[in-house]
C-alpha cells in the first residue's frame, strides 16, 4: 500500500498497483535512505518494513544490517535522554498528577484547566470517565477480578496455550506487578501505571483471546479512556508546553525533514551514490524522473512530538491545503497512537512552473494513526 503513493508506473507496469515505484528502484531512480533509533524494536520494524516495500527476499536480519541506519547521526536524530525537556516534563507531570487525583466528579473548570487545547478525542475521554477517582477504583476491581480468574486457572490443571509460549502463571506474575504498583499501600493510585495496564489489557485481548476472561475486556475499556487523558498529556497540557517540549525532544529530527526538503529545491545529489544515467539508459520509458524517498522509524515520544508540532506549530497557512480537510480533522481526534503510526510529508514539484514560481513545489501531509484496535 504504502508503494502505491508514487504516482503509477509505466509500460507494462502501469497494470500493476505498486510496481510503478518497485520499477523505478531497480533502475537506479529511486534514492532510499531508511533510519532508526537504538531501540531494538524499533530496528526490527524499520527492517521488515524495508523488506516488504522492496519485495526484497532473505530474512529481516540481513536487511537491517545492509539498509538500515543506526549509526551515531541516526541516534542523536531518533532519540532523546531522559534530560531533554527534563524540567517542563517534570512541571507537567506534577500538575498533571494533581489534577487526576481530584476527588468528586470532573467539573467544567478542571475540564479547561486540564484541556486547554479543547482536544476533541480528550474531551470525549472525560466526558466518559466523569470521575476519576471513582473511575481508578472500577480499574483496580477488574483487575483483581482477573487475578482471581488467572489464579483459578492455573490450579486447574486446565492446559492453555498462550502467545509466544507464555504461561498462565507467567501472565499472573506480568498483571500481579501491575496491580501492586497501581494501588500502592497508602491506598492512592500512582496514574503512571495507566498506559502499562492498557498496554497489556490490549496486548492481551490481540493475543489471548481464546481465554475467554470477561475481565480482560473491562479492563480494556476501563483504562481506555484513562489511557487517552493521561498519555498524550504527558508531552504537555498546555499549547506552549507541547510546543516546547516536542521541539526538545525532536529538533533534529525536524532539522532532518528540513534539509531533505532543501536538498531536494536546490536539486543536490552529493548524498546520492548511485543514479540513472539518462543518457545511457535503454529500456527505461522515462529515464529522467528521479524520486527520493527518506523513512525515519522512531519512538513514541517522537511521533507525540510531531504530531503536536502539527497541530499547534503554524508550519502551513492553510492547514486543510497541506493535509485536506479529513487529515486535519483525523489528527486533532485520533485519541491514540499506535504500532506504525505514520506521518509522511510529500513534496511535488510542478515543471511546468518557473524555477523562482512559489507555486513550482507543494508539500502535502499524510497521517495514519497506525494499526488501530478500536
Known amino acids: 500500500a504504502f508503494r502505491c503513493m508514487y504516482p503509477g508506473g509505466e509500460g507494462e507496469y502501469a497494470s500493476l498497483p505498486g510496481s510503478g515505484f518497485l520499477r523505478l528502484h531497480s533502475t537506479y531512480r529511486h534514492d532510499l535512505k531508511v533510519y532508526a533509533s537504538d531501540e531494538g524494536r524499533v530496528q526490527m520494524t524499520a527492517a521488515a518494513f524495508t523488506k516488504g516495500l522492496l519485495e526484497l527476499e532473505g530474512n529481516v536480519a540481513s536487511v537491517l544490517v545492509h539498509l538500515v541506519k543506526r549509526d551515531q547521526h541516526a541516534t542523536a536524530m531518533l532519540d532523546h535522554s531522559a534530560t531533554d525537556a527534563g524540567s517542563v516534563k517534570s512541571t507537567v507531570k506534577e500538575r498533571l498528577d494533581r489534577y487526576l487525583m481530584t476527588p468528586g466528579d470532573i467539573t467544567e473548570d478542571l475540564v479547561k484547566e486540564l484541556v486547554p487545547t479543547n ?24 483487575i483483581e477480578l482477573l487475578m482471581n480468574e488467572l489464579r483459578a486457572m492455573s490450579t486447574s490443571g486446565r492446559k492453555v496455550m498462550l502467545y509466544h509460549e507464555e504461561t498462565v502463571d507467567m501472565m499472573i506474575n506480568r498483571w500481579g506487578k501491575l496491580e501492586k504498583d497501581f494501588k500502592m499501600p497508602d491506598g492512592k493510585f500512582d496514574i503512571s501505571k495507566i498506559p502499562d495496564i492498557y498496554d497489556c489489557a490490549k496486548y492481551d485481548l490481540l493475543h489471548n483471546r481464546q481465554l475467554g476472561l470477561c475481565s480482560l475486556t473491562e479492563i480494556y475499556r476501563s483504562s481506555m479512556y484513562l489511557a487517552d487523558i493521561v498519555i498524550p498529556q504527558e508531552y504537555g497540557i498546555t499549547m506552549q ?71 499547534y506549530g503554524g508550519l502551513f497557512e492553510d492547514p486543510e491545503e497541506a493535509m485536506g480537510k479529513e487529515g486535519v480533522l483525523k489528527i486533532s481526534s485520533t485519541p491514540e497512537l499506535n504500532y506504525m503510526t505514520q506521518i509522511v510529508f510529500l513534496l511535488y514539484e510542478d515543471t511546468q512552473e518557473p524555477p523562482d514560481s512559489p507555486h513550482r513545489y507543494t508539500v502535502s501531509v499524510r497521517f495514519s494513526p497506525g494499526a488501530k484496535y478500536r
Do not use: W
Not at 476519576?132 to 476491581?141: H, M, P, S, V
Not at 526538503?261 to 552529493?270: I, W
Open 119 to 142: 482536544s476533541i478525542s480528550q474531551l470525549k475521554a472525560l466526558k466518559s470517565v466523569k470521575n476519576f477517582q471513582r473511575a481508578y477504583e472500577i480499574l483496580n476491581d477488574k
Open 241 to 311: 508546553e507541547k510546543l516546547h517540549i516536542a521541539t526538545m525532544i525532536c529538533q533534529p529530527f525536524l532539522k532532518k525533514i528540513q534539509a531533505d526538503f532543501n536538498r531536494v529545491v536546490s536539486n543536490e545529489v552529493s548524498d546520492i551514490i548511485h543514479r540513472l544515467d539518462p543518457q545511457s539508459s535503454e529500456g527505461v520509458t522515462s529515464p529522467d524522473r528521479h524520486i527520493r524517498t527518506r523513512l525515519y522509524f522512531t519512538s513514541e515520544s517522537h511521533v507525540h512530538s510531531v504530531v503536536n508540532i502539527l497541530k
